[in-house]
């Protein structure tokens, strides 16, 4: 079925018939028609963002995608899933996938672009830490010093060029990528499920299975600097907002949760609870993550769900439909009012939402 509009607030559905009867509605005012096949999409919405439509699909992937990300230009995509492979994709015009990147043994369960997007990093089943060439498209360094399947990486957002990584062999470890072997090893008494840098990347912040959240001061690998406890399940994400001040977890507790991470804060670094989003038998490592001006996170959920909430005021904004399979990670544009959800049923979609 084609879809054509007349006018801003004037919508013509076309279709094999050539029926043209206009359906007169108000601006802004969503309507849902049915395009065959049982799939239902979106007419009518305001654009806000340079997408060439309001909702892009992204097909090609033969497996499920567990992490994307948007470069810092917000021109390209990064997808990787159980195929074994990275894909990249064109933001803008026809979402084209223009490069696959090829390497790894086993599932990609994280992705990251470095700061100035010509590198990314990847954490892999298959015990490794992947550098990519982004340019290139080339594999620059497999980093292989874990004994157990890697679940997340991280690379630090200023200073060398350091990535961490978290393990089921209950250690996080920093690398310095121009060099041979890890700089620091963090030890811990149950398999590491994520890790991020804070935004000095003075400081190594950790979740697992035990539920907690450690925070570390990378000149001291014997014990954390604080401990943040509250998630009742596996820590699934860390993310630390863009400036530095709080930082984003997410558990199969079904809760996402804002800590004040800045130096002084109260002994209750807990100031925000979100909750609604799912995690359920499948336990997917699901990310949650922030927008570039903190007011909004996102996260994935098992319902199939993309959820949106406003930091400020904790309201859910948006609950998105779209996809078939466990929404593994939510991501944000850094320019635009674009998300990106990648899933299980190995599809991703652009969406714009209100800014």
């Given amino acids: 079925m084609e879809n054509k509009r007349k006018q801003k607030d004037e919508?013509?559905?076309?279709?094999?018939?050539?029926?043209?009867?206009?359906n007169k509605k108000q601006k802004n005012e969503l309507q849902v028609v049915s395009s065959g096949g049982g799939r239902e999409i979106i007419l009518g919405t305001e654009r806000t963002s340079k997408l060439?439509?309001?909702?892009?699909?992204?097909?090609?992937?033969?497996?499920?995608?567990?992490?994307?990300?948007?470069?810092?230009?917000?021109?390209?995509?990064?997808?990787?899933?159980?195929?074994?492979?990275?894909?990249?994709?064109?933001?803008?015009?026809?979402?084209i996938n223009y490069s696959v990147l090829k390497g790894h043994k086993g599932t990609i369960l994280e992705l990251h672009w470095s700061t100035d997007s010509n590198e990314i990093y990847?954490?892999?089943?298959?015990?490794?830490?992947g550098v990519w060439d982004s340019n290139k498209g080339e594999l620059i360094k497999r980093i292989r010093e874990h004994s157990?399947?890697?679940?997340?990486?991280?690379?630090?957002?200023r200073g060398p060029p350091l990535v961490a990584s978290g393990s089921d062999d209950r250690s996080a470890r920093i690398f310095d990528t121009r060099s041979k072997g890890s700089t620091h090893l963090f030890q811990h008494k149950y398999p590491v499920t994520s890790v991020c840098f804070s935004d000095a990347s003075d400081q190594l912040i950790t979740g697992g299975i035990d539920n907690v959240i450690r925070v570390w001061d990378i000149r001291n690998q014997e014990d954390p600097l604080y401990t943040l406890s509250g998630h009742q399940d596996t820590i699934t994400s860390t993310s630390v907002s863009k400036d530095g001040a709080?930082?984003?977890?997410n558990s199969?507790?079904?809760?996402?949760?804002?800590?004040?991470?800045?130096?002084?804060?109260?002994?209750?670094?807990?100031?925000?609870?979100?909750?609604?989003?799912?995690?359920n038998f499948e336990k997917n490592l699901i990310k949650s993550s922030w927008s570039i001006d903190g007011r909004r996170i996102g996260?994935?959920?098992?319902?199939?769900?993309?959820?949106?909430?406003?930091?400020?005021?904790?309201?859910?904004?948006?609950?998105?439909?779209?996809?078939?399979?466990?929404?593994?990670?939510?991501?944000?544009?850094?320019?635009?009012?674009?998300?990106?959800?990648?899933?299980?049923?190995?599809?991703?979609?652009?969406?714009?939402?209100k800014p």
């Fill in 148 to 157: 157990g399947v890697v679940n997340s990486c991280c690379p630090a957002r």
């Fill in 52 to 95: 060439e439509h309001p909702i892009m699909q992204l097909t090609g992937h033969k497996g499920e995608i567990y992490s994307c990300k948007f470069n810092s230009y917000g021109t390209a995509l990064a997808s990787g899933g159980s195929d074994k492979e990275i894909f990249l994709w064109n933001v803008y015009g026809e979402c």
């Fill in 246 to 249: 709080y930082l984003l977890s």
């Fill in 252 to 279: 199969m507790d079904n809760s996402c949760k804002i800590w004040d991470i800045r130096p002084y804060a109260p002994p209750n670094r807990n100031i925000k609870t979100f909750n609604g989003a799912q995690n």
């Fill in 299 to 353: 996260c994935g959920s098992s319902d199939r769900q993309v959820y949106i909430w406003d930091t400020t005021s904790k309201q859910l904004q948006y609950c998105l439909p779209g996809h078939s399979g466990t929404v593994n990670e939510v991501t944000f544009h850094p320019n635009e009012p674009i998300i990106a959800s990648c899933s299980s049923d190995k599809t991703i979609y652009l969406g714009e939402i």
């Fill in 11 to 22: 919508l013509v559905l076309v279709n094999g018939s050539n029926d043209t009867t206009p």
């Fill in 122 to 129: 990847s954490a892999c089943t298959d015990k490794s830490i």
